[in-house]
């Protein structure tokens, strides 16, 4: 395990800064308390959680803002030194679709200018496009510093599910809306970059910051999940068509000796319920592989790291990714990634070193890639050691959370009034 740095330094050894922020994370849907693996948890929540933490642990004081989906949770909620939940009422107190959401995000508004006029905080960040929605009105009427992080782009998803594609018709004009009307916008990956100034916003208005992971938790070293004697390929994701769960089976085909495991979805005891699991069995059946796909369904996160390091090779097939976080658990784990060449794939994994590259919905492609690294087992060894490297190097929570303070900064030096500088 890397040591930590002392008190006051990065892991550099450089000093930091330690005037404590009071910081407000709108996440509107994604609470950092969810349960992982549902339709509507996964990434975003992690993201959050570990954000919250780290930027707790340079000394600043954390609120995150989150919509009440159950009647009975209380309204604040001491996550752990440093950070508070505060569930908002907004709509009805049960779970709601995150595309259904949009209608209440006037009454999450109202609320945290409601709590921000009495005690404003030093720096709004909102995480989703609905979040900065709901942000914008009170950060405007108060004056109060606002950064944006969209982690998912309405422009993207529509491109790639066309008719699919289930979100609000209002979402990308509101998402150009916050993008010109916020101080800064935290993307996760130079993509994303891209992406925002075709939708006519300034590059120079963006900086990137992408995602962390946990390299304590996320280790070579530890104990390995059983399996049996057949090389292991692993997906974990929600179980919904994008992920490219479809692409891994077709590709399996082509790879003999070989079991494919899928981690995700609803428990296993009702996978059978599950329209995307039904349609994945059957494409395996068809394929000649059903013998050789396993679907879990969702799992505790305490089981992952172990299932990461029994591997043989992780998948990521999807055909969009705004960012991607199992990759980045994959390489802690040393454990070697191949995923298609989309979004933040392109900045985490450097191909040939600490993975493989290969293009969004070509199973050939993927199965030759797999095949590689399979029947060369030190280039294998090799690629896992070497993404290792690259998370430690790179993708730490604590770096994360400096990169991002470091943006907040340079939102409150233009902006002095919000600190109460004259």
Request: charged content about 25%.
């Amino acid at each position: 395990m890397t040591p930590m740095p002392p008190e006051g330094t990065d892991l550099t050894g450089r000093a930091y800064e330690t005037d404590a922020l009071d910081i407000a994370l709108v996440s509107e849907h994604a609470s950092p308390l969810a349960v992982l693996g549902g339709v509507d948890a996964g990434g975003q929540n992690v993201h959050v959680a570990h954000l919250a933490g780290a930027l707790a642990d340079r000394g600043h004081r954390v609120t995150v803002y989150t919509r009440q989906d159950a009647p009975d949770l209380p309204g604040r909620v001491l996550m752990r030194p440093g950070v508070e939940i505060r569930h908002v009422p907004a709509g009805p107190a049960r779970r709601i679709p995150k595309d259904e959401l949009l209608t209440h995000m006037p009454q999450f508004g109202r609320f945290l200018g409601d709590v921000w006029v009495q005690a404003p905080p030093d720096l709004v960040h909102a995480h989703f496009w609905m979040s900065g929605y709901a942000s914008l009105c009170a950060t405007r009427e108060l004056g109060l510093p606002f950064v944006q992080t969209y982690h998912a782009l309405g422009t993207v998803k529509r491109r790639h599910q066309k008719d699919d594609d289930t979100s609000p018709p209002e979402r990308i004009t509101i998402e150009t809306r916050v993008g010109l009307s916020c101080d800064r916008i935290i993307a996760t990956c130079h993509d994303e970059v891209r992406e925002l100034s075709a939708m006519g916003i300034p590059r120079a208005k963006a900086a990137v910051v992408p995602c962390g992971v946990d390299p304590a938790r996320f280790t070579p070293h530890g104990p390995a999940a059983p399996r049996g004697a057949a090389r292991q390929l692993l997906q974990i994701g929600r179980l919904v068509p994008r992920k490219g769960t479809a692409v891994s089976i077709e590709a399996l085909a082509g790879v003999p000796d070989a079991e494919l495991v899928v981690v995700g979805g609803p428990p296993a005891d009702r996978l059978d319920e599950d329209p995307e699991a039904r349609r994945l069995r059957a494409l395996a059946a068809r394929a000649g592989v059903a013998d050789r796909v396993r679907l879990t369904g969702g799992l505790p996160p305490e089981e992952i790291p172990a299932l990461l390091r029994a591997a043989d090779v992780v998948l990521c097939p999807a055909d969009y990714e705004p960012f991607g976080i199992v990759p980045l658990e994959a390489m802690g784990s040393g454990t070697p990634v191949v995923a298609s060449a989309v979004g933040g794939h392109l900045d985490t994994i450097d191909d040939p070193a600490t993975g493989r590259l290969v293009p969004p919905g070509d199973p050939d492609a993927l199965g030759e890639a797999i095949t590689d690294l399979l029947t060369h087992p030190a280039r294998a060894t090799a690629c896992g050691a070497a993404g290792r490297r690259r998370v430690l190097a790179h993708y730490g929570w604590n770096r994360i959370a400096k990169a991002t303070e470091d943006v907040y900064r340079q939102v409150l030096l233009r902006r002095p009034a919000a600190l109460g500088v004259a």
